[in-house]
Every structure is written in structure tokens, then in C-alpha cells.
């Protein structure tokens, strides 16, 4: 009920509830017999169009008993469960509570299964036709989304069947970036970099770190304005795994290729996330998840 | 039944019945059904077919098993089918023949009936239950119907047991009753089905058809003048009144002014509804024809012609039609619609099922990426759509398919060569499809997979579209 500023509405909808249910229980009694008319046996005196009567067929008393017993049901429900206004039943049951059991239940229901993987290096998981089953249900479920059902991502959503990794593509690298998360982050740099010439003069000079299409001359104005950038990209622009810096020199283009894509990187900046699967998914399910990946990049899918 | 409290009451406890044990054609009719319904519900868990349950609809694991075939919740439409040609025939024979349904084949009736057979045992009939429920609590009356209500929580237990026995392997269920390892919603349910069968046999009874179930309401909608129901001949039969045995029917009528009815009570007394069928045809009559098998006992004695209470239709009883013209009058309009009806869907469904494939495919689109431009190898540029798709095995064996795909040129695929799936499983494999860039018009282009099985030849094409970006 933390909608809600005073108890005042809790007090409110219990009140509606007990007095629903004492009025359901009034109502049944005061309906028990009709309104004391004396009626014609098997009639109760209604007639229309001349000879049209109504009969009074009496309901069989279990009938009413069902509406006692649904009665007394809620009643029973409402002092167990949540239901009287904010009155949290004497169960303390919640939804996030049952969530949580159900979800460790399952945990433990397939910790059996993944006890023999957890022996494995992430190498060897790698070789195991069963792990890489488990693992491809796993990355379809919950990589996929992102990084398309093969692997290869899109632009904003990097490709993990190359040999091109931001944060390093070791199994314990891999294991790391799944587990934590990353940010990766680009400063806008338009101010440090100058006018809109050396901007210009710039991005020319990063494509030609690639040997892309360029204009030699301005790629050379360009060059003296890149001590900016090798602070992370390094001194050729081939990127520092460490820090997640994207490499400059290959033909390998995240979030874009081209002239207009990398000013508009320089000018922009922009910060991608890789959201943490810490706590979505249990240590030995990374663990597996990061065999199928590292599999996707070492070995040519059969 | 006319109520006849006099008074204002809206409820009242609903008088016990006490039916009289029946003998006679409709009778005997009723045990075969009884028999055969509940030879083929008790005894289908138990069969066998290929190492498995011949019938199981296996819940948790989304497989429902039908004899030879293996239905996916995707083939659910069968089952469907299956219903709605059993509510279609439920209509034709109503039309037909009445409340046969309920009087006969329905489980409200054949549990009852067994649950009653059992109370003959124990308590005997009609006269000794009035009396027995009537006398004091004493050791007599108490081991009697400890005994009956025994004998009733087994057979309902049983019942129950068999229920669940559709749902779980029955031989499994029965392992785990007799090791008391039944636990969870097995046990439940066993116990749910264990509690309605007793409640509905032994106690509710006819209170079931009069204010529980549904079908006994609208039944009337499928009826008319033609339809076979109990009726008691009027003209005949009345005026009723008690007679000497000896007066023989030709000049019954002119010497006591009576008709052949000697008012004895019995097609009262054997109505497992109470109600009295000479008052005509009333909601309550299921339909059973036990009034008319005692009647016939009567009027034998008496020597009289049988038939006073028969299953005819209103409109022979009014112009006493003979047989012949009875049964013109089956084709009429509303039969022959049902009938036709009832035969094109079960034809439609067995077609159907006879040309239904052993798997099925099902293809799922990426829907992050719609569209990826790729340098291939050869520095060409390529267009990229991915995609999921499912192949559902529904046979019983470990089966191998291969893939392939048309609908654009150049369009080349890349996908397992050859995907195993085990017996009755389903299995996601990625896919992924490439034609040049800047080939195609920029839209949605249909494409269609083709999976094609290997150990039968048998190929299913699923449709789904290529999107090409504009650049």
C-alpha cells in the first residue's frame, strides 16, 4: 500500500471487504423465505399474460450451503492471505517471496546437471556436445536479444563469432564480461579536438589507421590531433583491451563505418552497456555460456 | 416433480430418492453401456503401445499420445476436433433419441448406477434402505453403511486413480500408491476426481442433472415433436385407478370406466429422479427408460398390450403412428444437418490426420536485428537475415533432416547440413540467409524453408519474409 500517504484507504477497502461478506451472509438469510405473502402451494402468485404463473421451485438446500461454504472460504483466505487492505495475512505470503522460492527451486532442481560442467575448464566445456547444447539454449534465451540468434550482433551489438574483442576474448575474459557487465564509453571530443575542419581532418586520419578509403592530405593534417585519442585508442589506434578501447585499425566498425559515422563518434561520444547477468543467471550457467561463446570465435561452427 | 410444501420456503433440503431395483430391455441396455464405458475408461491407461502408454497426455512435457500418434501442443487443433465431433454427436443423437446420452452412457448415470448397486448389495432395495435409513442408530444399521460407504470410497478412489493414470503413466501412479510415495498435485488430483466421483455417485445424484449440468439444459434446443422420449400413453392409460386382475381388456373400459393404468406406483418408485412420467415430460427425465421396463412387468401380469410407457416420439403417441412411419420421420431436416455435419468433420479430420506430416516446422524471426549489410570474404557486400527455426519431431524414432531454402536469387543459406532430433522431441537451430546487396528492391520479400526428412522424404515448406533495407 505504499501508494498511498495515510492507512486511511487500507482501513477503507478491509471494511468494504467484511462488510461484502456479512452482507453476502445477511442477504442469503433474509432471502431464505419470500416476503410472507400466503401463496398457492408450488406457486408463488406471480401471474402474467392471463394464465402464465410463475411456479416457486425452491432451491436444494445444499445450494445455499455452497454460497456458506464460499463465504467462509474467503474468510478463511482473507486471515491467511494478503487481501484486507494492507493487512499482510497471517501466511506473510508475497508474490516476490513464491518468485524467489520457485526460482531457487529450479536452481537446485538443475544443479545436478551442471555439477559436472563446474569440473570442466571452460576449454574443455567447449568440447562437450551436452554443454554446448545447454549453452546454445542458454545464449538464445538470453544473448540472443542482442547479439542475434547466431552471434554476429549488429551495429551497437558486437559480433562474437570474430576474433575482434573490446574487453579480450579469453574464456576467463568472456566469463568476466558476462558476469559484470560493461560500459563501454566514448567521450564527446569535439571541443578538444578543434573546428569542424579538424574534425574533418581527424576522421581521415582514423580511416586511414585502416587503410579505408581517405583523403591523404587531410588524413596528414589530421595526424597531430589524434594525440587525444591515443591516450585510450593507443599510439596507432589499435585500441586497449584493458580499458575496452575499440580498435581503430581494422575494418571493424561498431557503431558505424565510414566518414560521417566516425565524426559523428568524435563529435557525440557515445556510451554502450553490456547489462551484468550476475544474479539472472546462476555462476555455472555463465560458466557454460561462456564455452558456447568463446566456442563461436574458436572453432568454425559444424 | 410438483413441489407441494405449502409454504414460502425459497430452499428445502431435496428429498432422498430410493429408486427400485428395474429389470427389463432398458435396463439390461443400461449394464452394456456400463460395462463397455468403463471397460475402455479403466482399462486405456493400461495399454501398451511401442514400449510407451497407448493413451497419455503427458502435461509437463507438452506430448499427448494417441495410439500411433504423437501430438504437439501445436496439434492441439485435433483434439479440438475430437470434441466438437463428440458434441456433434451428443446433438444428433439427442435429435434422434432424446436424453439416450444421459440415460445410458453418461458417467453421472453409470457411476450412480454402480454406486446404487453397491447400496442393493449392502442395504437391499427400495423398502429395507426407507426403513434402514429410517430405524435408530444401532450396531446393524452402522456396519452397513460403513460397509457401503467403504466399498464407495474404493471404487472412487479407483476412479480417480484412473483419471490421473491419462495424465501420468498409470503404472507409475499405482508404483508410487503402493510404496506411499504419492505426493504433490498427483495426489490431489487423484483425491479431487476420488471426492467428485463419491459426492456426484453417492450422494448427489440426480441433483446433478437437475441443477449442475449444463448439457441436460439446452438439450431441449435439439429437441422436437419427432424425437424419441419416454412417454406415457394418456389415452390410453388413463382413467387410472386400482382393479381386479380378472377383467380381461376388452370390456375393461365399459365395465369400470377405467383405463389400462392400475396405478401401482412403480414407474414412480423406479425413477432415479422422482419424478411421475404420467404428469408427460418434464425437465427432470433423463431418459432412462426404467418407468417404461417396470410398466411392461405390470402389464404382462395383467395380460395387458406392454408399451403404456415407451420411447416414442410426441407425435406417434398423438397420431399413433406405426413403426414405419417413426422412422420415415428420422430423415427429417435437423437429423439429416447434423448427420451431415457430424460425417464431413470426422472425414475432414481423418483426412487430415491421414495426410499430416511427421514434423512440423515453425520459423521465428531475429527481431533486433531486421537486416545486417556484411562484407563477405571476397569483399562483396551481402545482406544478412537471421532467424530461429523449430523442427518438431512427431515421430518415434531419432529422425535427420536437411534444409534448404528459395524464394530470392542468389539467396544462400547457412545452417547445419543435416540436424538429428531425437524421437518426439523439438529441437531450435539458427539460421542464417544472405543474398547479395543491392540486388533486391528494399521491402519484405517472401522466402520459404524447405526441411526435408531424410528417413521418409517427406518435406514441409514454412514461409517467412527476408527483409531488404533501403541503403
Redesign the interface.
Known sequence: MSDFNSPYWSYYIGAVVVLGLFACMFLLWK????N????D??ENGHVWDEDLREQ?????????GLFVITTVFSAIYLLLYPGLGSFKGTLNWSSSQEHAQDMQANLDSIAPLYAKFDALSIQDMAKDPQAISIG??LF?NNC???H???G???KG?PNLTDSDWLHGGSPDKIQETITLGRVGLMPPMAQAVGTASDIDNLANYVLSLSSSPHDAAKAKKGQEKFAVCAACHGARGQGIQAIGSANLSD?IWLHGAGQVAIENMIMNGKVNQMPAQKGRLSDSQIRVLSAYIWRLSNKA?? | M?????S???????PKIYPRTVQGVFANLRWGFVGLTQLIFYGLPWIEWAHRPAVLFNLEARRFYLFPLVLYPQDFIYLTALLVICALSLFLFTALAGRVWCGFACPQTVYSEIFMLVERWIEGNRPQRIKLDRSKLNLEVMSKKLCKHFIWALIALWTGLTFVGYFVPIDILVRHVVTLNLVGWSLFWVLFYAFATYGNAGF?RE?VCK?MCPYARFQSAMFDADTLVVGYDTKRGEPRGHRSKHISTEVLHDETGLGHCIDCQLCVHVCPTGIDIREGLQYECIGCGACADVCNEVMKKMSYPIHLIKFSSQHAIDHNWGLGKQVRRIFRTRVLIYTALLLSLCFFVAYQLAHRSTFRVDIVR????LS?L??AQDHKMIL?N???FQIMNSQESTQHYEVSSHGLDQLEI?T?KLIEIEAAKSK?T?L?VAIPASQTAPGSHKIWLDVRCLDDNRVVSEQTVFIVPSL
Open positions: 432471502m431464505s423465505k419470500s410472507g405473502q400466503p401463496i402451494p408450488g416457486n421451485n425452491p432451491l436444494p438446500l445444499w445450494w445455499v546454445s539454449n538464445l540472443a536479444q542482442c542475434a540468434s547466431d554476429k550482433g549488429s551489438f575494418q561452427p559444424s | 410438483q413441489v407441494t410444501t405449502p414460502n420456503l425459497l430452499y428445502i433440503s431435496a448427489m441433483q441443477y531475429d527481431r533486433n536485428t545486417r556484411v562484407e544478412e537471421v532467424y530461429r547457412e547445419p531450435w539458427v542464417r
